[in-house]
């Protein structure tokens, strides 16, 4: 008898995401449980009722959702809840908490599809938010030089720092950029910037993007005006506007979508898998590669 495939959705904050919830049902599960405002300290009933109710044989057909606004919750929870498994006794569990981890890996095989990322170099402007740490893990994972910008330069190193011990021989510099007068010089001769700011405010004005002919992307995940690189449509797909292709949050959404899905999907081939940051750009990629 084949089980339905169950998805339980915690969520830190105090309303499950309806987003996280749509995308569960159209990526074609058969039964969503949201669990609102949970916890750390209150995953290991809610796992341990997930994996006791089915034999090893048929775990696969269970799955745990992180998902919710805060990253930092959201990565708590999933480390309480890999910490309930053993032995056979465990359900595979994807962390996208604040879409971070399908919007970064969609972003980066964007710039990806327009330059070889081996070797490039690439600008993380607001590098120490959620999505940019992500990107910058990325990045370096497939050997780009890669400067971590942010209004500090203590927490661009402390991202820096943190990345350097996840990813051997990473290439990573640390970089202020608060004013069009510091952000200038951190663009000189990067093929790629990926523009991963707050909502509604400006990194990188047009006239100093204008001003390098090296850029050959630029990707801005700001979907709330002003743009976060100023000249950006948001629905930008490949759009060139001066000479460099653009990319607007819309137009990396598609992608994110389709890899958010799959990575859904991916959950009910096997109960031991934990698709974090790498484990969804690689679903992302595979997607590209069946194109």
């Known amino acids: 008898m084949i089980k339905k495939k169950i998805l339980i959705q915690l969520d830190p904050d105090t309303h499950a995401s309806v987003f996280d919830a749509v995308v569960a049902i159209d990526a074609g599960v058969d039964h969503l449980l949201q669990y609102r405002g949970v916890k750390p300290d209150q995953v290991r009933d809610l796992v341990h009722g997930a994996m006791f109710t089915r034999g090893p044989e048929d775990l696969h057909s269970t799955a745990v959702f992180v998902g919710g606004s805060d990253v930092a919750a959201g990565e708590a929870l999933l480390k309480a809840v890999t910490e309930c498994f053993f032995g056979p006794m465990r359900v595979s569990a994807l962390l996208d908490a604040n879409g971070a981890n399908t919007t970064a890996a969609a972003a980066v095989l964007a710039a990806g599809d327009h330059v070889p990322l081996n070797g490039s170099t690439t ?128 137009g990396i959404g598609g992608r994110k979508m389709k890899i958010h899905k799959a990575a859904i999907r991916k959950l009910f081939e096997r109960n031991d898998q934990v698709l974090d940051a790498e484990e969804v750009y690689a679903i992302g990629r595979e997607q590209r590669e069946l194109v």
Do not use: F, H, M
């Open 123 to 250: 600008l993380v402007l607001a590098a120490t938010g959620p999505v940019g740490q992500r990107a910058v893990r990325l990045l370096a994972r497939e050997g780009a030089r890669v400067r971590v910008a942010s209004r500090r330069r203590d927490r661009a190193e402390a991202v820096c720092e943190a990345v350097a011990t996840l990813v051997d021989g990473a290439d990573l510099e640390s970089l202020e950029t608060n004013s069009p007068e510091t952000t200038a010089p951190a663009l000189a001769g990067a093929d790629i910037v990926i523009a991963a700011g707050a909502a509604g405010v400006e990194l990188l004005p047009a006239d100093v993007r204008r001003g390098y002919r090296s850029l050959r992307v630029a990707i801005d995940l700001n979907a709330v005006p002003p743009a976060g690189i100023a000249g950006v449509e948001v629905t930008d797909k490949a759009v060139e506007r001066d000479g460099t292709v653009c990319y607007g949050a819309i």
